[in-house]
Nanobody, 128 residues
Framework: QVQLVESGGGLVQAGGSLRLSCAASGRTFSRDVMGWFRQAPGKEREFVAAISWSGGTTYYADSVKGRLTISRDNAKNTVYLQMNSLKPEDAAVYYC?????????????????????WGQGTQVTVSS
């Protein structure tokens, strides 16, 4: 059974940092595009970042560029999201997502429906 489990969320002051992890199991994800999305109360789920299977290509939402960094360790089947200089508007539930045997598409990596597997999410709260 394919499973994605996020961890690392919590409460942080504005300007602080958090590192989210997404541990994948049930199959190997080393050849799959992975992404992070977030959803704040009353808002649509929005794209945060995506990473190619090799880690050589990444893509970010404009709102997080320069502050958040996506990375992966294929040996551990894990994807990370390093979050620095956090702002109150970054507060949301953060979800990890994985594709299944899809090539990188710059016109699709930011679309939730393009992804095949999702985690349950981890809450990030940023106090001002």
């Amino acid at each position: 059974q394919v499973q994605l489990v996020e961890s690392g969320g919590g409460l942080v002051q504005a300007g602080g940092s958090l590192r989210l992890s997404c541990a994948a199991s049930g199959r190997t994800f080393s050849r799959d595009v992975m992404g992070w999305f977030r959803q704040a109360p009353g808002k649509e789920r929005e794209f945060v970042a995506a990473i190619s299977w090799s880690g050589g290509t990444t893509y970010y939402a404009d709102s997080v560029k320069g502050r958040l960094t996506i990375s992966r360790d294929n040996a551990k089947n894990t994807v990370y999201l390093q979050m620095n200089s956090l702002k109150p508007e970054d507060a949301a539930v953060y979800y990890c997502a994985a594709t299944f045997h899809k090539q990188w598409r710059s016109d699709a990596v930011y679309i939730p429906d393009w992804y095949d597997n999702w985690g349950q999410g981890t809450q990030v709260t940023v106090s001002s």
